[in-house]
């Protein structure tokens, strides 16, 4: 059960704390799914080509909440009463036509915890008008979660998470942001064994 609760932490912080600048897109993007006001036209999806198959339309989402995303954050905080200090790297990944943006954790090794890895992907999709979020970590551990976008200086994330070993089991998570200031960013984080009961797993604030 030690190894479990260790786990969680790292599965959630490092895919977890890859949310941690969304909401500076907040007044940027209409959190129903429009573009806002003066927006830029969605771009044409690198690789379209006229007939035949085309990707979807890049969303005026992605590209708006990667301006202020994109670049280093440093996290310190506890998960699971342990002291967790870490940095988020984000970019508006071209291998991928610009759908995506890619967040990367990393933290050192110390006493209590293994280094920590983590690789997440996030994308707005119009059709269900709302943000979503798939991310693996280097404990075996992944996740996918969504969002209906910023509402006010907060944000809610919720979604599903396990890991290699585990059976199959689907473990439920949330988070909730609080955009202190453009480059500070306060989260927490909570899980349910049963669905019903829900217990803290860490809170970090993040800054750039």
């Known amino acids: 059960m030690k190894r479990f609760a ?37 771009a044409k999806p690198v690789g379209a080509e006229a007939g ?28 699971m009463g342990k002291e967790v200090k870490g940095t988020m790297t984000f970019k508006l990944d071209p291998a991928f036509g610009k759908y995506w943006i890619v967040g990367n954790w990393k933290s050192a090794k110390t006493k ?6 983590g690789l997440d992907y996030r994308t707005y999709d119009p059709s269900q008008k709302k943000w979503v979020s798939m991310g693996v970590d280097n404990w075996g551990g992944w996740s996918h979660s969504t969002s209906n976008g910023p509402v006010g200086t907060k944000t809610a994330w919720e979604g ?5 070993g585990m059976g199959g089991k689907m473990i439920s998570w949330r988070m909730s942001e609080e955009q202190v200031s453009p480059k500070e960013t306060k989260l927490n984080a909570e899980m349910t064994m049963d669905g019903k009961t829900w217990a803290p797993m860490w809170e970090s604030t993040c800054k750039k």
């Not at 035949?52 to 998960?79: D, I, N, S």
């Not at 209590?112 to 890895?117: G, K, N, Q, S, V």
Request: glycine share 10%; hydrophobic share 50%.
């Open 6 to 42: 260790l786990t969680v932490t790292t599965l959630v912080l490092a895919i977890g704390l890859s949310t941690l600048a969304f909401a500076e897109a907040a007044g940027k993007v209409d959190p129903k799914g429009a573009p806002a006001a003066g927006a830029a036209a969605p």
């Open 160 to 164: 599903k998470m396990t890991m290699i």
């Open 52 to 79: 035949g198959h085309q990707p979807a339309p890049l969303p005026a989402e992605v590209e708006a909440a990667a301006k202020t995303m994109v670049g280093t954050w440093r996290c310190a905080g506890t998960g």
């Open 112 to 117: 209590d915890t293994p280094a920590m890895l």
